[in-house]
Nanobody, 118 residues
Framework: QVQLVESGGGLVQSGGSLRLSCAAS????????VGWYRQAPGNQREMVAQ???????NYADSLKGRFTISRDNAEDTVYLQMNNLKPEDPAVYYC????????????WGRGTQVTVSS
């Protein structure tokens, strides 16, 4: 079965850093675009960052420069390095894997909570 398992969330001081991990299983990981999304209470889920199978990256404009996405295909894992965390960053962060060519599929992890303290 396909599994995406996020980890690395928790409490961090404002201005601090945190690194999230997403470990995938059950898919040919290197052929998928993978990304991070987040959802705060009362808000819509929004895209944070993506990295394609070819290594191209895409970031939300407001987050570019603070967050960095990377992938380790040998470990079937994608990371999100979050620096200079701000009060608007707390949310549940979700991992996503997407493939548009056969075999097609879109998968989501269960999320990991990020909390920022002053």
């Amino acid at each position: 079965q396909v599994q995406l398992v996020e980890s690395g969330g928790g409490l961090v001081q404002s201005g601090g850093s945190l690194r999230l991990s997403c470990a995938a299983s059950g898919i040919f990981f290197s052929t998928y675009t993978v990304g991070w999304y987040r959802q705060a209470p009362g808000n819509q889920r929004e895209m944070v960052a993506q990295v394609t199978s070819g290594g191209a990256t895409n970031y939300a404009d407001s987050l570019k420069g603070r967050f960095t996405i990377s992938r380790d295909n040998a470990e079937d894992t994608v990371y999100l390095q979050m620096n200079n965390l701000k009060p608007e960053d707390p949310a549940v962060y979700y991992c996503n894997a997407d493939r548009i060519l056969a075999p097609r599929g879109t998968y989501w992890g269960r999320g990991t909570q990020v909390t920022v303290s002053s």
